[in-house]
């Protein structure tokens, strides 16, 4: 009787580890890059995480289209190419294939969720540029917007600080 028991509780425990396998491999995740100095750290951090987890990277880059024009209008300065180009080169030189997007949206943090949340990403990675604002470090609206909302999980890597 005990033995039985003791069976079907290891039973148990053998499908919750399992389960807990599932959740953990072949994850999917999302880079978000925005032209700046942080962008191929975070290529290169994910590149890492997906060779080592056989997950998925998706690199996307949100141009802030103003309002008053449609979202499928050509932003000026839009340097989107040259952002995803450096970001699949870094990908390349780590031999893993990642999926690149330009995405237009009103603002960027409700793009990112909304992005992540589509592709089922388990996990975001964020840059932050470090930038002071009325003497006081500041975080901008799209890395608290991303912390708040997202589903998954959110890494936001904060660059060197020279205004601290």
């Known amino acids: 009787m005990v033995a039985g028991w003791l069976r079907r509780e290891t039973r148990e425990t053998r499908e919750d580890r399992k389960s807990e396998r599932d959740k953990t491999a ?14 191929e750290d975070l290529v290169r951090m994910a590149c890492r995480l997906a060779r080592k987890g056989k997950s998925h990277v998706v690199v996307i880059n949100v141009v802030e289209v103003p309002r008053t024009l449609p979202l499928d209008a050509v932003v000026q300065g839009d340097d989107s190419d040259r952002v995803l180009d450096r970001a699949v080169a870094v990908a390349q030189g780590m031999d893993v294939e990642i999926e690149v997007e330009v995405v237009h949206a009103r603002e960027a943090g409700p793009a990112i969720v909304d992005e992540a949340s589509d592709r089922q990403c388990q996990l975001i990675l964020l840059g932050l540029v470090p930038r002071s604002r009325f003497g006081q470090f500041d975080l901008g609206k799209t890395v608290p917007y991303v912390l708040e909302h997202a589903r998954g999980r959110v890494w ?9």
């Open 156 to 164: 936001v890597v904060r660059d060197e600080c020279d205004v601290c």
């Open 26 to 39: 072949a994850a999917n995740l999302l880079v978000a890059v925005a032209g700046n100095s942080m962008d």
